[in-house]
């Protein structure tokens, strides 16, 4: 809370206290969906000191981190296995998990990507988005990686997963990537696995990247990357399910929480939604988005819920993206109790953003925006309140805010809201929505309440 320096904005934060943890006040009982993966204490323990592994911060531990856990796939222990790394810095090359495993990060463990990129593994593109998502081809592997796995826990004493990103950022600036850069952590195809009380650091691109999975939880996480870092998304649930995130704390260079499903033709093709992911007790600051869905949802995304969000020098607070092109849906979203602190923008939901795969996009592969329900969000300095800008072949419908109120709109010249083929209802907002906002009978948005 550091960034409470006056007593008018003291104030003001108080009073949120008070606005959203009334209820916690009466009851001990916090609400979670972390039950959707059983917390599994592991039988077997070895630690990466068995395997060689030297947290000296200039020893390259590759090939212990990869002895370990084949160790631990092939003797296959009742109940899986837990690789302990004790405190130090271990330096290492990017590394596959295996099932049945927990990777334990004591305090002060530091397990520190390599800079030497020049023969970090390529894999394959992702099917849903046709080849890397900043360049054709390949992509490099995430640092830690999981390919159908299941039953996987990263977790500990808070220690800390370093990606080193700056070289990658560099290249992304100085234009000299040769393909997609590697996320922090990703699992593709895998199920049953939680990620808690793990600090991720300088992620060369998106930290947390789970795609064709379900069952996650991700909780009580810290997820930090300088401002200017590119494309260092927090938590990018793609083409998943089941996905549980609270209790955490993200401050990037991009969104903090950006729920996918692929890309354009790519993604309409491989057609895997993602759906049933809960967004809880999230805090944190970016230039981007707090919540986001998109820009790439060609596969559909429906049934989020996000709650109990504050979000601190903001882009943008909520924002719903798509374009032509993309095709899928974005189908019943619900956010709730936000509190924004200076923020470019509170609310913005739009047709017409993020680029496309290559040129064989089909242009009527129209999105469906409908049923995105927002309530309780008080926002202070928010410079303009909402950009509403749906398709005009395709109108986002049901579009529903209740009990919002934004302080500080001066917006330079323009109104507080804008708005063009949306139709929705809203109550008890201020400053005044736009027409479109209550052109709905109150009937249309009560379905997705
Ligand atoms: C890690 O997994 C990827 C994707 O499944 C695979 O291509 C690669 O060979 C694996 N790397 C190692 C060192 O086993
Ligand atoms: C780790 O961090 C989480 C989230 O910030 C916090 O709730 C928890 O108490 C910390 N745990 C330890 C062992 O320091
Ligand atoms: C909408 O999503 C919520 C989860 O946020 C879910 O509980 C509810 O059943 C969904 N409603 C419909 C009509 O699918």
Redesign the pocket.
Known sequence: MLLLSSNSITSTFLLFIFFFNFSSVFSTYTETCSGIVPFRQRGDTVSITDFGGIGDGKTLNTKAF?EAIYRIRHLKRRGGTLLYVPPGVYLTES??VTSHMTLYLAAGAVIKATQRYSNW?L?APLPSYGRGRELPGGRY?SFI?G??VRDVIITGENGTIDGQGDVWWNMWRQRTLQFTRPNLVEF?NSENIIISNVIFKNSPFWNIHPVYCSNVVVRYVTILAPRDSPNTDGIDPDSSSNVCIEDSYISTGDDLVAVKSGWDEYGISYGRPSYGITIRRLTGSSPFAGIAIGSETSGGVENILAEHINLFNMGVGIHIKTNIGRGGFIKNITVSNVYIENARQGIKIAGDVGDHPDENFDPNALPVVKGITVKNVWGVKVLQAGLIHGLRDSPFTEICFYDINFHGVTGPRSPPWKCSDVFGFSHQVSPWPCSQLSSQQPGSCTNYS
Request: hydrophobic share 40%.
């Open positions: 990869r590394f596959n593994p894999i592997i990686h390919d159908g593709i």
